[in-house]
């Protein structure tokens, strides 16, 4: 046997390292479609508060002053894409207060960055913060008093536990909390209380069994009034805050009276006194003043009068109303019968124009209103039919929808949608002239969305969708020019929606539709001309939808079938007329899944009319194909999911519980694929769930889920041989699939990066900022690292890098300056590079690469298609890691002729176009031969030593064995194994 070494000299055919970039920009443009939606809303003396979806922050809190400059965000408090969702603004000293629901608390702001902070204080974001003069009061949380009241001066240091009115860690039913002055009324349970901000002067002012259940308060000049019921029997009450001045002001209503108002001294309210229907009252606190304010709906029509809460401005109360004659029309009312009138009937007859968000504005009210001319635009009134007109026609032809409106002094804030920029914020004057867009919060670069990234060869193909080709599948080699399509199976913009992608014997095997023929399957050799469809398996437009394509020895196994009821297993050789369906049960579909390789085999779950859904075992042909053990005899089946392959057996979960709705599994199984040799390793208490099954430090890993707690195993294949490997702190949740990389095993628990490497050590835990919610991990090449999406509050949501420690955690590059985001996503490694899908504000969402090296990621990976000789296919392999340093690093040669001459192959660059032949024949001179004679098991080692020596990471090499064999399938003579890639990394 003949061996020379290789000095690192070879590593200089590497090309210059590349950082990760765009590739192309595929489809150029703005979508200017999407809304930021603004949905809460309020105002203080000088600013409009709402939360809105701006481009790069999620949901946060934004302001304006009523001018384009002046309308911003206000501050993300949820770094990156991540929303802090605030809502129930309300004024509040020089600003504002508000509550999220992300972490929920509550905030108070002067309407600046610097001057928003959190009174450190947990909230219950469904009951918002009420103002006083100096105070705030809401309902907060803390673990040794539970939901109670607390109190505020805006400050952290301010905020503080009124009392603990339900005593332990009970938490009290607070609710309708209403301020006058500094004084609170508000509701504990069914009963009527007031406080004063302090412990002691916290005091129940009428229990419930004095006014039956309190639903709705609402404070008339230092008077609290209160909308109760009895069983159905609804009462209103009034109270100066003593339990001797509550009184009982009027009963007889068939339930607790709602919209509830002050104008001025009186009390405006909705009720039904089951005589005149569901009408507008009024009431001056005494019995005789409570009356009906006008009978608008005939009694017993069965529909009520009033629409909307009563808006007050001035002496007037607005309202949106129907009399059954004129339809949903705005109403006002001065408080007395005679002063309670139709305002304008917008819409003529009885057609409704259902005047919304009535807000007071100036002299008047605005609102939104449909009409036969101009839609649903925004409309003012003073309360005279001359004085109410329409303020702008935001979109003619059509709806712009106008909500969350706002009075800002002399000007009105407004939320429409104008059909180019969609829901946004907009001010008016009250002229159409005067109306103008404050901000596009949120805009999006339209992109060609590249998805379902899958390797062939050294290269990626993907669909991405443009306006001239719809969506299409493309090809790159991670340069603008080597990024092409691939073809236009449907020509024009309409698009084949091409997915599933998957390499085999050197083509790409996808599925696509075309009107003809539906959902069919394609194949390509990487070329427009060699792009084809293999065969309509399901003639006519339906469709067959294949996916699930997986090889098995010289065969492609997959399933398909009209819909998801009908799919069966289908089995090719590569030829239309080798391509056959195994009907496992000719009575309906067996929905074959999960298929997972195993030997010679395939195993997957199935089901069956006489067995249910169990699973099944095959070698691609019917003869082959069998159920290999029922779980649950007879025909409902059992739920089987997570098939793996590990330790030289297939593992599962299941259950022999019946199957009935969806799988519910408590069980840990093995099989060898016989009856025999299936097995429970480990049952655990039902609906733990395990999953991710991964073979790792020469055990099989995985997760039990029990609730919202995860918790990590190993286990040998025996009951007493499974053990508890990690267990989170709880309410700690794994958020992401167990990761192999190299030496190391990787997993997500809330906003930490945890690792191991099998050994009895500690596992390794590093804390990522709050709020990253690292996702999208994926193992860095052969070396010990992952690389993943997390967020950042200075830098958003990235790609980052790891190797389970602090040190060697860290950012890939910022793509997009700043918070904004870029959300990675649809992350696969092919060849030398991580492709991924990625938001940039410049282009959209578009096609990304990162070359391992960047990463200081490793790989020795085998690749393409051998050529047989006398003795089958021969394979490539490696010893070790090819990592700076690594002096036993070497390259291996297998199932060759034995004692045969052979030749190890090593270069840089590689022909890109399809194989030679049947064979991966790739390598391009200049290269490196080195001659070899194999033993008497057809085997070979060549060593690869890796120096310690930074400047050749990221060199990249590709290597090849070449046999003499007069029976060898290259040329006549030659046998050649696969290929294998090798990637210099740290």
Known sequence: ???????????????????????ADLELGVDRSPSSAAWEIGSSASLVWFSANGTGVGVEPFVSDGTPAGTRLLADLQAGTASSEPKNFVAFASGAAFTTRFPPLLWTSDGTRAGTRSCAVVMDDTVGPCAGATLLYFPGWDAATGRELFVSDGTPAGTRLVADLTP????????????????????????????DGTAAGTIEIAPSATTGTVDDLCVVNGVVFAATRRGNAGEVWRSDGTLAGTSLVRAGFTWSP??????????LFVADDGASGTEPWVSDGSPGGTRVLADLQAPGSGYPSVYTPFCVTGALAFFCADDGLHGAELWSTDGTPSGTRLVSDLWNGTWSSNPQAITAWGTGVAFAADHWASGRELWFSDG??????LVVDLLPNGDSQPAMLAALGTRLF?????????????????????????????????????????????????RATTAAFGSEPWLSDGSAAGTQLLADLVPGPAGSVANSFFEWRGRIWFSATRPAEGHELWTSDG???????FLDLLPGPTGSQPSAFTPLRDRLVFAAGADVVTRELWVSDGTPGGTAMLDLDPASGSRPEGFVRYGDALLFVAGDTAHGRELWISDGSAAGTRLVTELVPGPQGSAITDLAASGGLVWFSGSDTPFVYFPVTDSVFVTDGTAAGTRRVVRFAAGTSPSDYVAFAGRTWFVTASGFERKLWS????????????DPSPGFAFTHALVVAGGKLFFVVGDRIVSTDGSAAPFRVHALAPGASPREVLALGSSSRIVFSAADPASGRELWTSDGTATGTRMLDEIAAGPTSTNPEWLVRAGDAIWFRYDDPRVGSELFVLRLAEAEGALAERFGQGCPGSSGVSSIGAIGQPVLGDAGFAVTLDAAAPNAPAFFLIGASLFTGGDVLACSFKLIPPAIAVGWTTDASGHAVQALAIPNSPSLLGAELYAHWLQIDPAGGFLGALALSDMLEIVVGR
């Open 168 to 195: 332990g860690v009970s938490s009290s039913s607070l609710s309708a909390l209403r301020t006058s002055g500094d004084e609170l009324f508000f509701v504990l349970g069914d009963a009527l209380w007031r406080s």
């Open 1 to 23: 046997m003949h061996r020379i070494a290789i000095s690192s000299a070879v590593l200089v055919f590497v090309a210059g390292l590349s950082a990760q970039g765009l590739v």
């Open 527 to 533: 070329t427009a001309a060699g792009t084809s469809l």
């Open 258 to 267: 709602n919209r509830l108002a002050a104008l001025g001294p009186l009390l």
């Open 414 to 462: 407004f939320v429409a949608n104008d059909r180019t920029h969609g829901f946004e914020p907009h001010v008016t004057d009250g002229s159409a002239a005067g109306t103008q867009l404050l901000a596009d919060l949120l805009w999006t670069p339209i992109g060609s969305q590249p998805a379902d990234f899958a390797r062939f060869g050294q290269r990626t193909v993907f």
């Open 384 to 389: 005279s039919a001359a004085g109410t007109r």
């Open 715 to 726: 286990s040998d294949g025996t009951t007493v041989g499974t053990r508890i490997e990690y």
